[in-house]
């Protein structure tokens, strides 16, 4: 498979304060990549620079086989075959979803058609509604409409669901994963460890600048592997337990209580254990 | 599909801008109607007349289209650029294969047709209401073209070069408007500026609004009061060669500070 994207030894630091440490990561075509990280660890300045918008110290950069800090025409074109959703935007409220739509489209050479994307991202019926009519969920279905609109091989989705409700974000990950279907390929940043879990076919967590791991959501941490937490109630108390067969130990417990083992719960580390545990539990 | 160019691009934008422009009902009664209603009341205050054959509406009427000039381009843009800057439109358009210069296009196309409906109103109503005496030979009209192109385009790159001056979109009506109706008191809009004190009067000939105003008399004044001006002409060539420096700041100026994103 090739390399959408690949970092070797990035660097950037504002004055003193070292953002980013010796970087490396490596995207493949076609994969949802999510990047976790807490506030600070070099996350966004990481996005930004991949995406342009910021120049690095030192380090290897290729994005789609181009350096994103590029200048002039050559960064234009390459710009066409991207997608960006920044966090959270406001502009362009006087104009309704179809003429923002439709103009975005009119930078690329091979846009998607306008309607089509609309219809993708679940806006059809507020085609014709101004920007600032919209709900915080509708809104943010319009940015990736129009970070979409160019027919991009990379999209960038920078904290696509804040705000969302439960249902408004599965339908949301439906629509990336159609987006990765169709051959896109994605790199998520997110803030929620569900989100990464349910999207991503690989995660990278990133702190003080460097990338700790990179794994399948499953594999993360050795959580594959990691022991399962056993809790019952045994008459005035809950009783908890850490073990490396759980099968067995609540094997013994049915025997114990004869049959019925009072409020069991047997639960494997979640990807937000793990995560924390990685990131030294301090997730700020 | 063919690759889009930067004009066609840029005259989309600017559609797109002027779309904008009438939606947001406030731009247009702060934009088109502030300058209507202050000559209302500078042409229904002051009814005398300043010099033979020329009454203060008359007088006024030119400062205010030198205004308009102002008011449309580097105001309007100076206050709008920035809050662009903190929605985010300005980083979003920079992730996209837009080119720079479209943008520009864009508001240039919005500055310009706001600058014509405004001195067009402004004529309309200076006429209709106050009496105003339209310019009578051609050579005349084709001076006022020439400075209301140059003027724009003038105050139009300084707008966007000084849309990096204000901290936040928010504050950037209350650090734009003092500094344009500050010039405009300075640069004869609403005094004679011969009238002035001295040192205002200098200060404004540092700035191109002074020269639009005298511009602007040159035309709708009948030229024999071209000896009460400073110079005892009205300094035509000189008018356009500031101005023209202006421009030529401004555009180093826009081009070197531009920002799409606030730091």
Same mark, same amino acid.
């Given at each position: 498979?090739?390399?959408?994207?690949?970092?070797?030894?990035?660097?950037?630091?504002?004055?003193?304060?070292?953002?980013?440490?010796?970087?490396?990561?490596?995207?493949?075509?076609?994969?949802?990549?999510?990047?976790?990280?807490?506030?600070?660890?070099?996350?966004?300045?990481?996005?930004?620079?991949?995406?342009?918008?910021?120049?690095?110290?030192?380090?290897?950069?290729?994005?789609?086989?181009?350096?994103?800090?590029?200048?002039?025409?050559?960064?234009?074109?390459?710009?066409?075959?991207?997608?960006?959703?920044?966090?959270?935007?406001?502009?362009?409220?006087?104009?309704?979803?179809?003429?923002?739509?439709?103009?975005?489209?009119?930078?690329?050479?091979?846009?998607?058609?306008?309607?089509?994307?609309?219809?993708?991202?679940?806006?059809?019926?507020?085609?014709?509604?101004?920007?600032?009519?919209?709900?915080?969920?509708?809104?943010?279905?319009?940015?990736?409409?129009?970070?979409?609109?160019?027919?991009?091989?990379?999209?960038?989705?920078?904290?696509?669901?804040?705000?969302?409700?439960?249902?408004?974000?599965?339908?949301?990950?439906?629509?990336?994963?159609?987006?990765?279907?169709?051959?896109?390929?994605?790199?998520?940043?997110?803030?929620?460890?569900?989100?990464?879990?349910?999207?991503?076919?690989?995660?990278?967590?990133?702190?003080?600048?460097?990338?700790?791991?990179?794994?399948?959501?499953?594999?993360?941490?050795?959580?594959?592997?990691?022991?399962?937490?056993?809790?019952?109630?045994?008459?005035?108390?809950?009783?908890?337990?850490?073990?490396?067969?759980?099968?067995?130990?609540?094997?013994?417990?049915?025997?114990?209580?004869?049959?019925?083992?009072?409020?069991?719960?047997?639960?494997?580390?979640?990807?937000?254990?793990?995560?924390?545990?990685?990131?030294?539990?301090?997730?700020? | 599909?063919?690759?889009?160019?930067?004009?066609?691009?840029?005259?989309?934008?600017?559609?797109?801008?002027?779309?904008?422009?009438?939606?947001?009902?406030?731009?247009?009664?702060?934009?088109?109607?502030?300058?209507?209603?202050?000559?209302?009341?500078?042409?229904?205050?002051?009814?005398?007349?300043?010099?033979?054959?020329?009454?203060?509406?008359?007088?006024?009427?030119?400062?205010?289209?030198?205004?308009?000039? !102002?008011?449309?381009? *580097?105001? &309007? =843009?100076?206050?709008?650029?920035?809050?662009?800057?903190?929605?985010?439109? #300005? %980083?979003?358009?920079?992730?996209?294969?837009?080119?720079?210069?479209?943008?520009?296009?864009?508001?240039?196309?919005?500055?310009?047709?706001?600058?014509?409906?405004?001195?067009?109103?402004?004529?309309?109503?200076?006429?209709?209401?106050?009496?105003?005496?339209?310019?009578?030979?051609?050579?005349?009209?084709?001076?006022?073209?020439?400075?209301?192109?140059?003027?724009?385009?003038c105050s139009t790159v300084l707008g966007i070069a000084f849309s990096n001056v204000p901290k936040s979109g928010r504050g950037a009506s209350a650090v734009v408007s003092p500094v344009v109706i500050?010039?405009?008191?300075?640069?004869? !809009?609403?005094?004679? *500026?011969? &009238? =002035?004190?001295?040192?205002?009067?200098?200060?404004?000939?540092?700035?191109? #609004? %002074?020269?639009?105003?005298?511009?602007?008399?040159?035309?709708?004044?009948?030229?024999?009061?071209?000896?009460?001006?400073?110079?005892?002409?009205?300094?035509?060539?000189?008018?356009?060669?500031?101005?023209?420096?202006?421009?030529?700041?401004?555009?180093?100026?826009?081009?070197?500070?531009?920002?799409?994103?606030?730091?």
């Amino acid at each position: 498979m090739s390399k959408v994207i690949s970092v070797a030894g990035l660097r950037k630091s504002y004055g003193s304060n070292s953002a980013v440490d010796g970087l490396d990561l490596e995207i493949e075509q076609g994969e949802i990549f999510a990047l976790l990280g807490p506030n600070g660890a070099g996350k966004t300045t990481t996005v930004e620079i991949l995406e342009g918008f910021r120049d690095r110290d030192a380090g290897q950069v290729r994005v789609l086989d181009f350096d994103p800090a590029t200048k002039g025409s050559a960064g234009q074109q390459w710009r066409d075959r991207i997608g960006i959703v920044l966090q959270s935007t406001q502009d362009a409220g006087d104009l309704t979803v179809y003429e923002s739509v439709s103009h975005f489209a009119t930078y690329y050479e091979n846009p998607k058609d306008p309607r089509e994307v609309i219809e993708l991202v679940g806006l059809t019926d507020k085609s014709d509604a101004l920007a600032r009519t919209l709900s915080g969920g509708q809104r943010r279905r319009l940015d990736v409409a129009l970070g979409i609109i160019g027919n991009p091989e990379l999209i960038f989705l920078d904290e696509p669901t804040t705000g969302f409700d439960p249902e408004a974000r599965r339908a949301f990950w439906s629509l990336i994963r159609k987006l990765r279907d169709e051959g896109a390929t994605i790199l998520l940043t997110t803030h929620y460890l569900d989100e990464a879990e349910a999207l991503a076919d690989r995660v990278a967590v990133i702190n003080r600048g460097k990338i700790i791991e990179v794994s399948t959501p499953d594999q993360l941490g050795g959580r594959a592997t990691s022991l399962a937490t056993v809790s019952w109630r045994d008459g005035a108390e809950i009783r908890t337990e850490k073990s490396a067969n759980p099968t067995a130990l609540v094997n013994s417990l049915a025997q114990q209580y004869g049959g019925d083992i009072p409020e069991l719960n047997v639960r494997r580390a979640s990807l937000e254990d793990i995560y924390l545990e990685m990131i030294g539990g301090t997730d700020e | 599909m063919s690759k889009p160019t930067a004009l066609s691009i840029g005259m989309q934008r600017g559609r797109l801008e002027i779309k904008q422009f009438i939606r947001q009902r406030e731009s247009v009664v702060f934009t088109l109607l502030f300058p209507l209603i202050l000559l209302a009341i500078f042409g229904s205050v002051f009814s005398n007349s300043i010099a033979k054959g020329v009454t203060f509406s008359q007088y006024f009427v030119a400062g205010m289209i030198a205004s308009g000039m !102002v008011n449309t381009g *580097f105001q &309007q =843009l100076a206050i709008m650029i920035p809050m662009e800057r903190d929605f985010g439109t #300005l %980083k979003r358009l920079r992730g996209t294969p837009m080119p720079a210069s479209s943008y520009f296009i864009g508001k240039a196309i919005l500055v310009t047709l706001s600058m014509i409906i405004q001195v067009f109103l402004l004529l309309a109503a200076g006429v209709i209401f106050f009496g105003v005496n339209l310019p009578t030979s051609a050579h005349k009209w084709l001076l006022l073209l020439a400075l209301l192109v140059l003027g724009s385009a003038c105050s139009t790159v300084l707008g966007i070069a000084f849309s990096n001056v204000p901290k936040s979109g928010r504050g950037a009506s209350a650090v734009v408007s003092p500094v344009v109706i500050v010039l405009q008191f300075f640069s004869g !809009v609403f005094f004679v *500026f011969t &009238q =002035l004190p001295h040192w205002m009067q200098s200060v404004a000939a540092i700035f191109p #609004l %002074k020269w639009m105003t005298q511009g602007a008399r040159s035309v709708f004044l009948p030229d024999s009061f071209a000896t009460r001006e400073v110079a005892g002409n009205w300094e035509t060539g000189r008018t356009f060669a500031i101005i023209g420096a202006w421009l030529v700041v401004g555009l180093i100026w826009a081009i070197r500070s531009f920002k799409w994103e606030r730091d």
